[in-house]
């Protein structure tokens, strides 16, 4: 199973880092994908955010995020990039 999050800016971001944290000690073994499209500036110190809250994959446009779904269907090693 995958989870995902849709988090658009400029809000969303610590309700995002919650959600993520509160998941993942629910749901362990459950992978997380976070959708945070949109993002102009301060695209990589949001995804080490979202990462270190427990996302398994941060995408910033909805073609990332669809692609990192459909890699993670059709490659269950990528599921484990955690």
């Not at 658009?8 to 362990?28: D, F, S, V």
């Not at 976070?34 to 993002?39: A, D, E, H, I, T």
């Not at 994959?57 to 073609?63: D, K």
Request: aromatic share 4%; net charge positive.
């Amino acid at each position: 199973m995958l989870i995902c999050i849709a988090a658009l800016p400029p809000e969303g971001l610590a309700h995002a880092r919650y959600l993520c944290k509160r998941l993942r000690a629910r749901c362990p073994d459950q992978r997380i994908l976070v959708g945070r499209w949109g993002l102009d500036a301060n695209m990589e110190e949001e995804r080490a955010l979202l990462l270190t809250a427990g996302a398994d994959h941060v995408g910033t446009s909805l073609c990332e995020s669809r692609d990192q779904i459909l890699q993670s269907i059709a490659h269950p090693l990528f599921a484990q990039a955690r």
